[in-house]
């Protein structure tokens, strides 16, 4: 089990560019987790963004981001960031990470950052 918190979120304009961070403690081994970037946008579904293996440093993204994000981490500051670029008005969502020790589906969340894109 380990606490998630996001930051980063904000108000930017359609072709801005920022930069999320989750950090993530408690007692668990962190580096055995495999930690991933969701958003849920208004009337959706929650998405799959982008993940990251903190021992391998391999890397996954969704088809519909990868052009335009990356997914990074400090393992000294317990943090991984998704830098997105590009940002369009559908960008608009709140966007959570979320830490799974392989191989449970089970996956611990956190609370949640703002992303609001205006045209």
């Known amino acids: 089990q380990v606490q998630l918190v996001e930051s980063g979120g904000g108000l930017v304009q359609a072709g801005d560019s920022l930069r999320l961070s989750c950090v993530a403690s408690?007692?668990?081994?962190?580096?055995?987790?495999?930690m991933g970037w969701y958003r849920r946008r208004p009337g959706k579904e929650r998405e799959f963004l982008a993940s990251i293996n903190w021992s391998a440093e391999s890397t996954s993204y969704a088809d519909f981001v990868k052009a335009r994000s990356t997914i990074s981490r400090d393992n000294a500051k317990n943090t991984m960031y998704l830098q997105i670029h590009s940002l369009k008005p559908e960008d608009t969502a709140i966007y959570y990470c979320n830490a799974r020790l392989p191989p449970a589906e089970y996956a611990d969340w956190g609370q949640g950052t703002q992303v609001t894109v205006s045209s």
């Open positions: 408690g007692r668990s081994i962190f580096s055995n987790y495999v």
